[in-house]
């Protein structure tokens, strides 16, 4: 008898589960952002939650979770109940640059405590200055830097963001050392770069746009294999005399190990049709954000990828968090 109530009970609970995947999404969804507004990543993680609102017929909400260079808004997701309801931006620094740079510390594996459902998006990195600069060009900038070591101030969105990765970058291979200034979130790094308060930047695009559309800011350089459409008279830094150069940032959607794999592939199914429907994507599109929409396997091989690759960048260029 109580082998057969057992029995009952485990029938009813797959029958239970599988009724909830067929009904999903029944509430609505955290995208977790694990960085501070007014940055790349919110621009990003609001155009998909926008458009996976619209396609679910649930409310999919964005939820800011900074700190740690992402690492507590990936330890919290981690955790979280594998159903589908809590997904995370996958971002080059979470996936990418931190199990280089934090190594055994690293509070979170990128390959086992999340399940990929697609690549959205890769954004070129852009060295910009206040449109005061007198640095009118990249070898402005590098020689300005070089007559003044030690001396110009570039802002990030925080230590070990991706736009303090690609500067420590740029700086070892063009010799020059620049002072890092560590801020929380793009947004207030930008303002004190328009106003002077720093000198540099090497953000991601989207979040650059506005202020460079309305003078504010110059860019000086994309850090991308090919000219931006969306800034096509700015030269690359492989073009600007660094040959082979190339660093961008890329943004991609991840849910907790576990995860149903047919929730997994509804969701991927809809993301990939809402970046192909150029209403949906308008936002990333003006601001330059190169979209992909691949399946989880290939996002999956990309992520591996991108881990050897920043893994020798910064193990050659010495970068360490501040």
Request: proline share 6%.
């Amino acid at each position: 008898m109580k082998k057969l109530i057992l029995t009952a009970a485990a029938v009813s609970t797959l029958a239970f589960s599988h009724a909830s995947i067929a009904a999903y999404p029944e509430k609505s969804i955290r995208l977790v952002v694990p960085f501070a507004t007014g940055g790349t990543s919110e621009i990003i993680a609001r155009s998909v939650a926008n458009s996976l609102s619209t396609s679910l017929g649930q409310s999919v909400y964005v939820d800011n979770k900074p700190g740690g260079a992402g690492n507590i808004a990936m330890e919290e997701v981690k955790r979280a109940k594998p159903d589908g309801y809590t997904l995370i931006l996958g971002h080059v620094g979470t996936l990418a640059v931190n199990p280089a740079l934090f190594g055994n510390k690293l509070p979170y594996d990128p390959n086992k405590d999340f399940v990929p459902i697609t690549l959205v998006a890769k954004v070129p990195n852009v060295i910009a200055v206040s449109s005061k600069s007198a640095n009118k060009t990249l070898a402005d900038f590098v020689a300005d830097a070089k007559k003044n070591p030690g001396k110009i101030n570039y802002g990030s969105a925080g230590n070990g963001s991706a736009g303090h990765l690609a500067m420590e970058y740029f700086s070892s291979v063009a010799g020059i050392d620049l002072v890092h200034v560590p801020y929380k979130g793009s947004g207030p790094m930008l303002t004190d770069l328009i106003s002077g308060q720093i000198q540099a930047t090497f953000n991601g695009l989207p979040s650059l746009m506005g202020q460079i559309n309305g003078g504010a800011l110059r860019p000086l350089a994309v850090g991308s294999a090919d000219r931006s459409n969306a800034l096509p008279n700015v030269p690359t830094i492989s073009e600007s005399g660094y040959k082979g150069f190339e660093t961008s940032q890329w943004y991609g959607i991840m849910a907790p190990a576990g995860t149903p794999k047919p929730i997994i592939d509804r969701l991927q199914k809809e993301i990939t049709k809402a970046l192909q429907n150029k209403e949906d994507s308008k936002r990333m599109l003006d601001d330059g954000a190169i979209l992909i929409g691949d399946t989880p396997e290939q996002f999956a091989a990309f992520i591996k990828l991108e881990q050897g690759r920043w893994g020798k960048v910064v193990e050659k260029a010495g970068i360490k968090i501040d």
